[in-house]
């Protein structure tokens, strides 16, 4: 129940191979068929599965990494449980390239579970769809992922795609809930349980997804680039409680400096994409300052309900200054440490995370 891979791999074809053998690969983020396993690991990549199987960084077992120095690190090991020294394989993933290069993989696999369903909970307003994650979690229904879609990334994703979606001409938002099992009778009571639960909460409707609803919230980011070239992926995280305390300041922000925004979520894990789109024809310079200051007023308020910036995406380069600029100084003097131990001639992605002089 493992594998070992080179970081070429694509995660699709991990994830297609593991399923021949009855096996899961439960890493599953929205760009599985073209992203790689090592990009995976080095950016800890999030996605769907999250809320029960945790992000890239709980699906490893071990990593073979070269060293700035030129040292072969075999990090970690096939083991349930391990307290012999320092966590290594944890520290190269979501390192974003800056420790070392990954060169190999050993990822664990899961049984796969024969019994899904997934279910659109359809709902009228934003606040209603972001109170039911902590009710599914707190009702013991164990769900594999809970998105959320708004009703203009339902809209901007329909047109794209050329799709008529049951309530999106009503302005309804989407929340999709997948739940896996290995009973069929847990399964159809986890079903009911749920249908009951997003009714009390004032689902208008629900319905089982087909395989058009996977398509359009996967689509999404296509669906994005579309309208303009020039967007930007928001990724903050913030503890499942204060969702809609963040959410409901996004429409200010829109506002004050007229962006055009769509979002979606996992809201499972309290995972905020919000999309603002040049939908004005912005010049790259334009474009760039407006999202600066944007993110100027946007991360403090995330970090002050107890978030972070990204929960899956990284900081990069995009977000190198705001990242220095919201992260308490003790914590990026540990950063820059690290770096400059593992990499002392700043030969590995110099001016990502963190800038080193």
Same mark, same amino acid.
């Given at each position: 129940?493992?594998?070992?891979? +080179?970081?070429?791999?694509?995660?699709?074809?991990?994830? *297609?191979?593991?399923?021949?053998?009855?096996?899961?690969?439960?890493? $599953?983020?929205?760009?599985? %068929?073209?992203?790689?396993?090592?990009?995976?690991?080095?950016?800890?990549?999030?996605?769907? !599965?999250?809320?029960?199987?945790?992000?890239? @960084?709980? +699906?490893?077992?071990?990593?073979?990494?070269?060293?700035?120095?030129?040292?072969?690190?075999?990090?970690?090991? @096939?083991?349930?449980?391990?307290?012999?020294?320092?966590?290594?394989? +944890?520290?190269?993933?979501?390192? #974003?390239?800056?420790?070392?290069?990954? /060169?190999?993989?050993?990822?664990?696999? *899961?049984?796969?579970?024969?019994?899904?369903?997934?279910?659109?909970?359809?709902?009228?307003?934003?606040?209603?769809?972001?109170?039911?994650?902590?009710?599914?979690?707190?009702?013991?229904?164990?769900?594999?992922?809970?998105?959320?879609?708004?009703?203009?990334? &339902? *809209?901007? /994703?329909?047109?794209?795609? $050329?799709?008529?979606?049951?309530?999106?001409?009503?302005?309804? $938002?989407?929340?999709?809930? /997948?739940?896996?099992?290995?009973? #069929?009778?847990?399964?159809?009571?986890?079903?009911?349980? &749920?249908?009951?639960?997003?009714?009390?909460?004032?689902?208008? %409707?629900?319905?089982?997804?087909?395989?058009?609803?996977?398509?359009?919230?996967?689509?999404?980011?296509?669906?994005? @680039?579309?309208?303009?070239?020039?967007?930007?992926? #928001?990724?903050?995280?913030?503890?499942?409680?204060?969702?809609?305390?963040?959410?409901?300041?996004?429409?200010?922000?829109?506002?004050?400096?007229?962006?055009?925004?769509?979002?979606?979520?996992?809201?499972? $894990?309290?995972?905020?994409?919000?999309?603002?789109?040049?939908?004005?024809?912005?010049?790259?310079?334009?474009?760039?300052?407006?999202?600066?200051?944007?993110? @100027?007023?946007?991360?403090?308020?995330?970090?002050?309900?107890?978030?972070?910036?990204?929960?899956?995406?990284?900081?990069?380069? !995009?977000?190198?200054?705001?990242?220095?600029?919201?992260?308490?100084?003790? #914590?990026?003097?540990?950063?820059?440490?690290?770096?400059?131990?593992?990499?002392?001639?700043?030969?590995?992605?110099?001016?990502?995370?963190?800038?080193?002089?």
């Amino acid at each position: 129940m493992y594998a070992v891979c +080179q970081t070429g791999v694509i995660t699709g074809d991990l994830q *297609r191979e593991a399923a021949k053998h009855g096996l899961l690969y439960a890493g $599953d983020p929205s760009s599985a %068929d073209s992203s790689m396993i090592g990009g995976n690991v080095a950016n800890n990549a999030g996605g769907n !599965k999250a809320v029960k199987y945790g992000t890239t @960084r709980n +699906q490893i077992y071990s990593l073979k990494v070269v060293t700035p120095t030129g040292d072969i690190l075999d990090a970690g090991a @096939r083991l349930k449980k391990c307290s012999t020294g320092l966590c290594l394989e +944890q520290l190269f993933a979501g390192s #974003e390239g800056v420790l070392g290069i990954i /060169t190999e993989v050993t990822v664990k696999l *899961r049984p796969m579970p024969p019994y899904t369903f997934n279910m659109v909970c359809v709902f009228k307003t934003d606040e209603e769809a972001f109170a039911l994650p902590n009710k599914i979690l707190k009702a013991g229904i164990d769900p594999t992922s809970i998105e959320f879609m708004d009703n203009e990334a &339902l *809209r901007m /994703t329909c047109k794209f795609l $050329d799709m008529k979606m049951p309530h999106v001409d009503e302005g309804c $938002d989407y929340v999709i809930v /997948t739940v896996e099992s290995f009973s #069929e009778d847990d399964s159809d009571r986890k079903m009911e349980q &749920l249908c009951d639960l997003a009714e009390e909460n004032g689902s208008i %409707d629900e319905f089982e997804a087909d395989k058009r609803i996977w398509k359009l919230r996967k689509q999404f980011a296509e669906a994005a @680039r579309d309208v303009d070239k020039m967007f930007q992926t #928001e990724d903050f995280v913030v503890p499942l409680d204060k969702i809609p305390d963040i959410t409901k300041q996004i429409p200010e922000l829109r506002e004050k400096y007229d962006l055009y925004c769509v979002t979606v979520a996992h809201i499972g $894990d309290g995972n905020i994409h919000v999309l603002p789109l040049n939908a004005k024809g912005l010049s790259p310079e334009e474009w760039f300052e407006k999202i600066k200051a944007f993110h @100027r007023d946007l991360f403090p308020r995330v970090y002050a309900l107890g978030g972070k910036m990204s929960g899956e995406h990284g900081v990069g380069f !995009k977000k190198l200054e705001e990242f220095a600029l919201c992260t308490p100084e003790a #914590e990026l003097n540990v950063i820059k440490a690290i770096k400059k131990a593992l990499d002392p001639n700043n030969i590995m992605n110099p001016g990502k995370l963190v800038q080193i002089c």
